[in-house]
């Protein structure tokens, strides 16, 4: 079985606090990619890393796929409420003729102003 | 407009009715999805399909059916719907890089469903 694990799966701060969020696997993916779903919405693609040892920005959102490509770091610098959500990673592999992404299980973040 | 829709948003039904969630693409995606959520268990997958003629089982598809009716529909039917089905439901979209690295999927905003 495939699994994605991500932690912590809950997590609360104060605005302006940084945190990080990890998803680990023993499974290699050719791709990586982290959601974010609000209440109420599905999940909304942020990021898909590709290359091990990949990191992409995203203004205050950083992201990184390990040197092996079984894990991966969401880091977000200086936390607003507006970050406040689920954050979900998905493992893909390369021409999946199972056409699914993994799931990890999420993680709720709460940003209190 | 949304590029997913599905109906309804939002359904309670008594245990031992048949149901049907409905699920709408205009992105002109051939791979579409059906995932149900649950607190603590991220997305899980129930079907799949590539194309109109392709349907395939996901990790939790007893219980479930479902039926691609064209490209842009994917409908997804509880034939008895138990209490341990209330979840909240997904329908998704996607496409293959041309690399085939990189599956993005798109989601609808999902079904509440609540079995009593």
């Known amino acids: 079985t495939q699994l994605l694990e991500q932690s912590p799966q809950f997590l609360s701060i104060q605005e302006g606090e940084n945190l990080t969020v990890y998803c680990n696997s023993s499974?290699?993916?050719?791709?990586l990619q982290w959601y974010r779903q609000e209440p109420g919405e599905g999940p909304v693609l942020l990021v898909t890393?590709?290359?091990?040892?990949e990191v992409k920005k995203l203004k205050r959102l950083t992201f990184q796929f390990g040197d092996a490509r079984k894990d991966s770091s969401l880091h977000i610098t200086a936390a607003q409420p507006g970050d406040t959500g689920l954050y979900l990673c998905?493992?893909?592999?390369?021409?999946?003729?199972?056409?699914?992404?993994?799931f990890g299980q999420g993680t709720t973040l709460q940003v209190k102003p | 407009d949304a590029d997913v829709t599905q109906t309804p948003r939002n359904r309670i039904t008594k245990t031992g009715k048949r149901i049907m969630l409905e699920c709408s693409q205009t992105?002109?995606?051939?791979?579409m999805y059906w995932y149900r959520q649950d607190p603590g268990l991220g997305l899980r997958l129930i079907y799949y399909?590539?194309?109109?003629?392709?349907?395939n089982k996901g990790e939790i598809s007893d219980g479930y059916s479902v039926s691609r009716q064209a490209q842009a529909k994917f409908s997804l039917s509880l034939e008895s719907a138990i209490p341990n089905q209330t979840a909240l439901y997904f329908c998704?979209?996607?496409?293959?890089?041309?690399?085939?690295?990189?599956?993005?999927?798109?989601f609808g905003p999902g079904t509440r469903l609540l079995v009593l």
């Open positions: 998704a979209t996607s496409v293959l890089s041309s690399s085939g690295t990189q599956e993005t999927q798109y």
């Open positions: 499974s290699v993916f050719s791709s």
């Open positions: 890393v590709v290359t091990g040892g």
């Open positions: 998905a493992g893909g592999f390369r021409f999946s003729n199972t056409g699914k992404l993994i």
């Open positions: 992105k002109g995606h051939d791979r």
């Open positions: 399909s590539f194309d109109v003629k392709d349907i």
